[in-house]
C-alpha cells in the first residue's frame, strides 16, 4: 500500500452509507426525453419499442445486480428495489445509484438498435439517477402505487390528448384546453364517443407500467426432489392491490 502525503485528501469524501435495514429504492429518469422522445420520432403517445427498450435495460440491470429484486417502470423512468439487507458497495449511495444509473445508460445505447433497427439514435442520451429509503413494506407499497397510479393518470391524459390531436384536429394547445379541468370520466367518454376507443381495452403495458421481479419458480429434478431457482420475470399488471404481493409474499420477507 502506498501512503503519499496526499492521502489525507481521502478525508473529504463524505460518507453517504444508507440507513440499515431499509428498503433501498434506486429510480432512473431519462433527461429532457420530451425532446429524445421528439427527435427520434417516437410514437405518440406510447411508443411500444422505446418502452421495450426501457424494459430490456431494467433486465439487463437485474441480471447484473442480484440485490436487485424488483423494479417497476413507465415512461422515461425506472424504480429498482434493493433487498432490505444489501450490503452492494456498503450500502453506499453514490456507488449504488451511479452503478445502476450506468448500466442503465449504457444499456440503453447498447440494445438501441435491437429495437429501432431502422433508426439511427442522433445523440447519447442520459439518466438521472435518486436514492430514496422506505422503512416499511407499507411505505416502500405505497411508493411503488405511487408511481402505477402516476402512470394511470398520465397515460389516461396523453392518450386522450392525442387522440384530440392526432385523429380529432385539435391543435396541441386546443386539446390542452379541452381537457383543462376534466376527469377521468369524463377523459374516458370523451375517448369512447368521439373516437370508439374503450380505454380499458388499451395495452396493460401503457396502462400499468411494467414491473420485473425474481420470480421463485419450483425445477422437479429426476431423483424427485424439487430445486428452487428464481427467473426474471416481466409482468403489466397491478401492484396497487393486494393480489400481486399475495401471490409473491417471498418478494417483500
Ligand atoms: P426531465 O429531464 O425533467 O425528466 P422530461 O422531458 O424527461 O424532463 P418527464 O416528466 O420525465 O420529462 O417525461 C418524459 C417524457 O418523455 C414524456 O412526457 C413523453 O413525452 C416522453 N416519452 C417517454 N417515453 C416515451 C414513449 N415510450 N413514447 C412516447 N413518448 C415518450
Ligand atoms: P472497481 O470496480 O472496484 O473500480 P476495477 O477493476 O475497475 O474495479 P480499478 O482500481 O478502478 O479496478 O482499476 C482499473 C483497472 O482497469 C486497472 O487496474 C487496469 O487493469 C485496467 N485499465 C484501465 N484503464 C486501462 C488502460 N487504458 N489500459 C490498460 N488497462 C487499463
Ligand atoms: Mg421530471
Ligand atoms: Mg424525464
Ligand atoms: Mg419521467
Ligand atoms: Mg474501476
Known amino acids: 500500500m502506498s501512503h503519499s502525503k496526499y492521502e489525507y485528501v481521502r478525508q473529504y469524501e463524505s460518507d453517504d452509507k444508507l440507513l440499515p435495514n431499509c428498503w433501498i429504492v434506486i429510480r432512473i429518469d431519462g433527461k429532457a426525453f420530451h425532446k429524445f422522445s421528439d427527435v427520434h420520432q417516437f410514437q405518440k403517445p406510447n411508443d411500444k419499442p422505446a418502452l421495450d427498450l426501457m424494459n430490456r435495460c431494467a433486465e439487463r440491470v437485474l441480471d447484473q445486480f442480484r440485490d436487485v429484486l424488483l423494479a417497476y417502470g413507465q415512461s422515461d423512468e425506472y424504480s ?4 432490505k439487507d444489501t450490503v452492494l458497495y456498503n450500502r453506499r449511495a453514490s456507488k449504488l445509484m451511479t452503478n445502476i ?5 449504457s ?3 447498447f440494445y438501441w438498435k435491437d429495437f429501432f433497427p431502422e433508426k439511427q439514435l442522433k445523440f447519447p442520451p442520459v439518466f438521472d439517477a435518486r436514492a430514496v429509503l422506505y422503512p416499511t413494506n407499507l411505505t416502500l407499497r405505497d411508493y411503488l402505487s405511487w408511481r402505477q397510479v402516476d402512470c394511470h393518470i ?6 386522450t390528448f392525442w387522440n384530440l390531436v392526432l385523429k380529432g384536429g ?15 370520466a369524463d377523459k374516458n367518454e370523451i375517448l369512447f364517443s368521439q373516437f370508439g376507443i374503450n380505454y380499458n381495452n388499451e395495452r396493460d403495458q401503457f396502462k400499468k407500467g411494467t414491473t420485473i421481479y425474481r420470480e421463485r ?3 422437479p429434478m429426476e431423483n424427485g426432489q424439487i430445486k428452487i431457482r428464481s427467473k426474471i420475470t416481466a409482468t403489466h ?17
Open 170 to 184: 385539435l391543435t396541441n394547445q386546443q386539446a390542452q384546453e379541452k381537457l383543462k379541468g376534466t376527469f377521468a
Open 154 to 159: 398520465n397515460n389516461l391524459y396523453n392518450t
Open 217 to 219: 419458480v419450483e425445477v
Open 101 to 105: 444509473v450506468s448500466q442503465f445508460g
Open 237 to 253: 399488471c397491478d401492484i396497487i392491490g393486494d393480489g400481486f404481493w399475495e401471490d409473491h409474499t417471498y418478494l417483500l420477507d
Open 107 to 109: 444499456s440503453y445505447v
Open 80 to 83: 429498482f428495489v434493493f433487498r
